[in-house]
């Protein structure tokens, strides 16, 4: 305790009464700033555990096609583009 006396007396002889009120001000401001930038990454950090952890959705049932039915696809609107052709791996 009389460790920190000593400091704000040194303080207070080398900066003035009129700076340190302004000193400690400013340094209220950083340290406000500090915790509220270390809280914010603090909740990122939580936020993306949480996204992590969570389980994947199920898996959508398969969408039917065309070939499975036994009908012919749909056709296309006229101004539609070609459609590209199958071709098989080889």
Excluded at 2 to 7: A, H, K, M, N, Y
Excluded at 58 to 76: F, L, R, Y
Aim: glycine share 6%; aromatic share 2%; net charge neutral.
């Amino acid at each position: 305790m009389t460790e920190l006396l000593v400091i704000m007396a040194i303080a207070l002889v080398v900066l003035g009464p009129k700076k340190l009120p302004e000193l400690a001000r400013s340094l209220g401001r950083g340290l406000a700033e500090f915790r509220r930038a270390s809280s914010d990454l603090h909740r990122e950090f939580l936020d993306v555990d949480k996204d992590v952890a969570a389980p994947a959705p199920a898996p959508a049932a398969p969408a039917v096609t065309a070939a499975a039915t036994g009908s012919p696809p749909p056709a296309a609107p006229a101004n539609a583009p070609p459609r590209p052709t199958e071709t098989t791996g080889g």
